[in-house]
């Protein structure tokens, strides 16, 4: 006869658990997602009516007018500024991830769940699975957050959370990074081949690398450079971002070859791919920049394509950007030269596209076409971009006739 297992439900909390060590197989959480959720406030409206119907049989547990909130584990404060509730997020967290570590059994398994955009949350986290004595022996992107919500609407919100399965770290070894670097971006390129079969793609196709990263990090209680100095959390998201870009765009522009693509192009390209039209906070569009070596402060301006509103950075495309840089008379990057041309096209001016693309020595450059189809390919349909970028793609052969009828104009007005 099978044995019946009845649940047991506790009110207590995580950084002190009423268990012994050693106690469980599995611990499954969802811990807060650092600043995004203020969960106790979303609670005080379910609260207030529980309180009314069940507050006469849990007496105990709607002791208070509200939730309380002093010992909530969240990035902002009820009292205080922003910096003091990181600092109490950090230390409550890294405190509840040691109490998982106590009552887990050695070869027990615990699925940690954890969704942001932000480097800072994920070296928050991480760093205090890591001092906790967990570290991740597999992870997952798995779709939780409806795309039609409100809040992915104009934004570059996540669609998948991570699920982390941690074990107790056994050993005390040290490792240097610079001999761990290569395994790391083996496990990374690994895993994002799977991730990009199954479509995950944008900022997910970033977060969900972090996994596979520190499967192999994690295994060491300290990491090392060759001085002797620890690395932290951040240079290794950094490590990882940097090789996400460069695995991303190979894919994007379907050549494993990047070196004739300019480090602007580069970036416009995985801005596309990653936010879309998106306006974005201004230091994750600085750690996308990072990822291809772009200083964001160098470009912004009247006649760039990176445009920077109080805390925000946007991505132009042709049609926001004006005309202004129309005027210029040198182009450093291939964005500048594809949004002229494709104004040229909208405004049905297919010679000025030839002789521009000849003048720059595009037309006969594949790269420059792989750029092009790899940025109509990553926008979103019903996107004017994608619209003028499909267009100006199919123009090709019109261009070429277009450029050698010029050619042969100027041969015959020189006698040559």
């Known amino acids: 006869m099978r044995k019946l297992y009845i649940p047991k439900i506790f009110q207590c909390s995580v950084t002190s658990l009423p268990y012994p060590n050693d106690s469980f197989d599995t611990v499954i959480t969802d811990p807060p997602y650092y600043d995004n959720v203020p969960y106790s406030y979303l609670s005080d409206f379910f609260y207030v009516w529980l309180k009314r119907t069940l507050g006469d049989l849990y007496p105990e547990l709607f002791a208070t007018p509200l939730t309380p909130k002093a010992e909530e584990i969240v990035a902002y404060t009820h009292q205080g500024d922003y910096a003091t509730g990181k600092k109490a997020f950090e230390e409550k967290i890294e405190k509840a991830f040691k109490e998982i570590h106590r009552v887990l059994k050695p070869e027990g398994i615990a699925v940690i769940v954890f969704a942001h955009k932000s480097t800072e949350a994920w070296e928050t986290i991480i760093d205090a699975l890591l001092k906790a004595g967990l570290y991740l022996t597999a992870s997952w992107p798995l779709d939780t957050e409806m795309k039609s919500r409100l809040r992915a609407k104009a934004s570059a919100a996540l669609a998948s959370s ?35 079969n199954e479509g995950i793609s944008g900022a997910d196709f970033f977060i969900s690398a972090i996994g596979p990263a520190i499967e192999i990090f994690g295994r060491y209680a300290r990491v090392e450079k060759l001085s002797g100095e620890r690395v932290e959390i951040k240079e290794l998201l950094k490590f990882i971002r940097k090789t996400v870009s460069e695995y991303a765009l190979s894919k994007i522009l379907k050549d494993p070859q990047l070196g004739s693509i300019d480090t602007e192009t580069r970036f416009y390209i995985l801005w596309r791919w990653t936010f879309n039209s998106a306006k974005v906070i201004f ?61 040229y096209w909208k405004d049905e001016k297919r010679d000025k596209v030839a002789k521009l693309l000849a003048s720059t020595g595009y037309l006969e450059n594949p790269h420059f076409w792989q750029v092009a189809q790899g940025i109509s390919e990553v926008l979103s349909e019903g996107d004017e971009e994608k619209r003028l970028l499909q267009g100006f793609v199919c123009g090709r052969e019109t261009y070429y006739k277009k450029a050698n009828s010029q050619r042969l104009t100027q041969l015959k007005m020189f006698g040559e």
Request: aromatic share 12%.
């Open 162 to 196: 991570i699920y982390m399965v941690c074990r107790k770290r056994i050993s005390n070894e040290t490792a240097y990074f610079h001999e761990l670097k290569p395994l790391i971006e083996e496990r990374i390129k690994e895993k994002l081949e799977q991730f990009w």
């Open 283 to 343: 230091d994750d569009a600085r750690l996308l920049a990072q990822a291809v070596g772009l200083e964001l402060s160098d470009y912004w301006g009247k006649d760039s394509f990176i445009k920077k509103e109080k805390e925000f950075i946007q991505v132009l495309g042709p049609k926001e950007r004006g005309r202004d840089f129309l005027s210029k008379e040198k182009y450093e990057n291939m964005v500048d030269v594809l949004h002229k041309a494709l104004i």
